[in-house]
T-cell receptor, first 113, second 113 residues
Framework: NAGVTQTPKFQVLKTGQSMTLQCAQD?????MYWYRQDPGMGLRLIYY???????DKGEVPNGYNVSRLNKREFSLRLESAAPSQTSVYFC????????????FGSGTRLTVV | GQQLNQSPQSMFIQEGEDVSMNCTSS?????WLWYKQDPGEGPVLLIA?????ELTSNGRLTAQFGITRKDSFLNISASIPSDVGIYFC?????????????FGKGTKLSVKP
């Protein structure tokens, strides 16, 4: 009954440090997504993976990389963190095409100082 | 690109009042969704709409898929304190060319007991 699990829940990084946000889903969904949420900006798509083995850029991909490790797992990497990447990050998954909507994780709150 | 204009941006209401919010676009969609995000959590799907003119209820929530397919509305009747949160509209053209769920910027609802 886990749905979409994100780790960690909170993280503080220094400018220039790197880190990987982990996401796993247990719903056998084909598609997975990474969003960032900033006040007044809503949810902005960073990268997505329509199916295992494929990844594509979303609206705000700069400064990020992703890996679709297998059908269950989709990770987001910040190679050199910047203060502008301070945000709340959400992973989501869906069946193909997203007809029944996306299921979201509970988020990772990242602060870059 | 495609955009969803969600209004109002925020609402501060008394407990027991009814709430209305809407989402409009210049583009046509064949799927409209409404999500709620509780503080510190990821968005959770409330209602999904798949047909122009469709009216769907989920408890005290009622949503409608606009006849023009360019808008959707969400009403909450007799609001209670646990209705507090951010409500997002989202839209999709399922079955078309690869297109992901597009989100509005959200309506932040505050309820005064």
């Amino acid at each position: 009954n886990a749905g979409v699990t994100q780790t960690p829940k909170f993280q503080v990084l220094k400018t220039g440090q790197s880190m990987t946000l982990q996401c796993a889903q247990d719903m056998n969904h084909n598609s997975m997504y990474w969003y960032r949420q900033d006040p007044g900006m809503g949810l902005r798509l960073i990268y997505y993976s329509a199916s295992e083995g494929t990844t594509d850029k979303g609206e705000v991909p700069n400064g990020y990389n992703v890996s679709r490790l297998n059908k269950r797992e989709f990770s987001l990497r910040l190679e050199s963190a910047a203060p502008s990447q301070t945000s709340v990050y959400f992973c989501a998954s869906s069946g193909t095409g997203g007809l029944y909507g996306y299921t979201f994780g509970s988020g990772t709150r990242l602060t870059v100082v | 690109g495609q955009q969803l204009n969600q209004s109002p941006q925020s609402m501060f209401i008394q407990e027991g009042e009814d709430v209305s919010m809407n989402c409009t676009s210049s583009s046509i969609f064949n799927t409209w969704l409404w999500y709620k995000q509780d503080p510190g959590e990821g968005p959770v799907l409330l209602i999904a709409l798949y047909k122009a003119g469709e009216l769907t209820s989920n408890g005290r929530l009622t949503a409608q898929f606009g006849i023009t397919r360019k808008d959707s509305f969400l009403n909450i009747s007799a609001s209670i304190p646990s209705d507090v949160g951010i409500y997002f509209c989202a839209a999709l053209n399922y079955g078309g060319s690869q297109g992901n769920l597009i989100f509005g910027k959200g309506t932040k609802l505050s309820v005064k007991p």
